[in-house]
């Protein structure tokens, strides 16, 4: 099964090249082994490297379930650009995207349930609010804001930083259907995009009254105050 990984970019410095190896070579022992069942050990012995050097670059098997959120996140953004590109309404750019997403996660679906009874512990660096995953969770929701602003969809600019957050949330909540979607080829998740595109789409219509933007912004609120993390996360990235 040592086929299956990637090599890693020979032009890249040495340093990203064995990162990428031990990333590499951890996914695929999920994929085979169970992420529960992958020791960092046993990472290290099939990337040919040492357990110190290991930890150099990922300081615990946590920290590489980090990487991944990572490159499965610059996968999602390099696949997306042909939705981008082609579509401009707004159902039809998010349900792309998500979409895509799957796609693009398919490969992990088998171990993605053993790492998420991590993830749901608020304190754990898996969880999607956590400092940690700070840089792919404001990633994926730059993705969003890309898929509002280049729409036809007309949100009010109050509700310009808002939306997008709301469109990710959705997308996690997806993610979770998804972990535990047992159909074939994960149908029901992809339904579950549809559906849940048309109604964001109309959902962002409705926004344009005036009299209905109250109940986005308490929609919103409700997330932050129920939401380990998010309240947290919001005021960081509004600050910086």
Known sequence: ?????????????????TRTLI??????LFRERGYDKTTMRAISQEAGVSVGNAYYYFS??????????????????????????????????????????????RPYHEFAGQFFKNAADPESPLSPFSPESEHAREAAIDVHREVLAGSRAKAPDELADILPELMWLSQMGLVLYWVYDRSEDSERSHRLAERGARLTARGVALSRFRVLRPLVH????????????????????RKS
């Not at 040592?2 to 970019?9: H, I, L, T, V, Y």
């Not at 959120?69 to 159902?91: K, M, N, S």
């Open 23 to 28: 990333l590499e070579t951890a996914l695929r």
């Open 60 to 105: 615990s098997k946590e920290h590489l379930v980090q990487g991944f959120y990572d490159r499965i996140g610059a996968d999602h953004r390099a696949a997306v650009r042909p939705v981008l590109d082609r579509e401009t309404g707004l159902e039809a750019r998010f349900a792309g995207v998500l979409r895509v997403w799957l796609d693009i996660a």
């Open 218 to 237: 308490e929609l919103h609120d409700l997330f932050e105050d129920f939401l380990p993390g998010l309240a947290e996360a919001t005021v960081s990235r």
């Open 1 to 17: 099964m040592k086929d299956e990984k990637e090599a890693p970019d020979a032009k890249a410095p040495k340093s990203e090249q």
